[in-house]
């Protein structure tokens, strides 16, 4: 067999061999999404309550409501995978926090691709204990809310931002970057909001400054749900993909191996015939 049909036919095997791989991560994927996007809407009311509570309480003189011009650190807690092969969900949130990182900031990464990649670029880390944002807890997330809150009240960091990635639907996602502290003021006027009317005990700004990290924890929680139902969209449309060119491929070697053994058959016959004739 001549040695460009043996190339065709290794290719053809690494090729398939290589789309079986990606039709699992797909099946895989998809598997996932279901439970994932059910934890995302469940958090969906959670999320749009506290965002509302607090944004009242951003129009006070809390402590957390103010701006400071202090050189104190930023802090950027950055939601990423724990595994790459997700199109470029990984990588759009490390451009998010590279676009605003400066000198003397620090990053508190969330899942292993995070945590791996701000400590090969030197990024200032402000903890690397969570390096599973698909096995990320409320628990994690209520540490994360009381540690933060915490360095902040100390001036320890100047303001804090969350960076994940938005579920716009299945076929798209946008990293974006989220202002937890100091508050900020919702824009939105005249609209009706599930805190209307509510009474506070003493009154809105003692209660609302006590629950703070519980404020910045939920946030967070419910933040890496959709993240995570993020990447598993992005994952499944890539190997999707990947699947769908392996295919492709593996029909144009097939053609060229047909094409190449029966250019190398009709070559033997017309030597074996120029033979007999001599």
Known sequence: MPANIKALKARIRSVDSTMHITKAMELVASSKIKKATARMEESRFYRRVMEEAFADLAKTDSPYSKTTDSDAPRLYIAIAGDRGLAGGYNNN?????????????????????????????????????YTSSE????????????????????GTIGAVYLVYTEFVNMLTQEARTKQLLPLVPDEGEGEETHTAGTVYEPDAET???????????????????????????????????????ASDMIDDLNLRYNRARQGA????????????SE
């Open 265 to 276: 058959i009709t070559q033997e016959i017309t030597e074996i015939v120029a033979g007999a």
């Open 207 to 245: 209660v609302l400054n006590a629950l703070i990290p519980e404020y910045v924890g939920g946030i967070t929680y419910c933040l890496a749900a959709m993240s995570f139902a993020s990447e598993l969209a992005a994952r499944r449309q890539a190997m999707d993909t990947a699947t769908k060119n």
């Open 93 to 129: 949130v490390f451009k998010q926090v590279k676009a605003a990182y400066r000198e003397g900031d620090m990053v508190l990464p969330i899942g292993r691709r995070a945590v791996e990649y701000f400590r090969h670029h030197g990024a200032v880390l402000y903890s690397e204990d």
């Open 135 to 154: 096995k990320l807890t409320s628990a994690d997330c209520a540490a994360i809310g009381r540690s933060v809150t915490s360095a902040f009240d100390e």
